[in-house]
């Protein structure tokens, strides 16, 4: 029996607080999409693991806290804070992702949120 896609998400929001980029490659789709909302979508997994790595660059721990959690067949929306964690700063962001699975896997994962307010952050 294959796992549920809501425990599938739930495992992947998870492993990001350990930063190991081939975990969290592991949970992909070969042809999936990534699309941050506010910048350009990514379609494959050299394309996805390239933003990953730039987006923990830097930070000690990435922990989403996943605040609510629904699905719907094979389609996962979460609402999340994503905390990017160094020593010399947090920054907390509100974020809105909703995951589309395919035999296991995230075959699609669009994130909404305020990319101004992730900025804003850092200059603080």
């Not at 990534?34 to 933003?51: F, K, Q, S, T």
């Not at 964690?85 to 949120?113: C, H, N, Q």
């Amino acid at each position: 029996m294959s796992e549920a896609p809501r425990d599938v998400v739930t495992r992947f929001c998870a492993a990001w607080s350990k930063l190991d980029i081939d975990e969290m490659m592991g949970y992909f789709h070969p042809d999936a999409v990534y699309h941050n909302i506010p910048v350009d979508p990514l379609v494959g997994h050299d394309a996805i693991r390239e933003l990953i790595v730039s987006f923990t660059a830097g930070w000690d721990r990435v922990d989403f806290e996943v605040r609510h959690i629904v699905a719907d067949g094979d389609v996962v929306l979460t609402e999340r804070v994503d905390h990017f964690i160094s020593p010399e700063r947090t920054i907390s962001l509100p974020v809105m992702g909703t995951f589309e699975l395919e035999g296991g896997l995230i075959k699609a994962w669009r994130d909404y949120f305020d990319l101004n307010q992730f900025m804003n952050q850092m200059t603080n």
